[in-house]
């Protein structure tokens, strides 16, 4: 079975290294030690983990409800802007994602570099949700 490091684990779970040790401190992951002393997360532990994490929802009240189950919160890295389409990318942990849509919707939803937004994929369509 394969196992993770801290920083492993932290990136595949999207957050940084400090708080995936802050929950093994905390005993929300079970950890285990290697020849060299580093601390490792058992593959089996961390996918449960990371499903748990998943249906546990940001706890938002203000939270739309949808049907994409895909769901990636990040922030707002790039907006370019045509005269009827516009094109928004999101990086979202060591994710990358590209949504084409119209200029209305961009300026409806008040999208701007640097804020956070979601963007929830379902099927070949990226939807973008304002944080």
Do not use: C
């Amino acid at each position: 079975m394969q196992s993770y490091t801290i920083g492993q684990a932290a990136r595949l779970l999207g957050v940084s290294p400090d708080t995936a040790r802050r929950w093994a401190d905390a005993g929300r992951v079970a950890t285990h030690r290697d020849e060299a002393g580093r601390r490792l997360i058992d593959g089996r532990a961390l996918a449960a983990f990371s499903v748990e994490i998943a249906q546990g929802g940001s706890g938002d009240e203000d939270a739309s409800y949808t049907s994409a189950r895909n769901s990636f919160p990040g922030i707002v890295t790039a907006i370019k802007l045509g005269d009827i389409a516009a094109q928004v990318e999101i990086q979202a942990g060591p994710h990358r994602l590209v949504s084409l849509l119209t200029r209305e919707a961009v300026e409806e939803l008040g999208l701007e570099v640097g804020m956070q937004a979601t963007a929830r994929v379902k099927s070949t369509s990226v939807h973008i949700d304002r944080a």
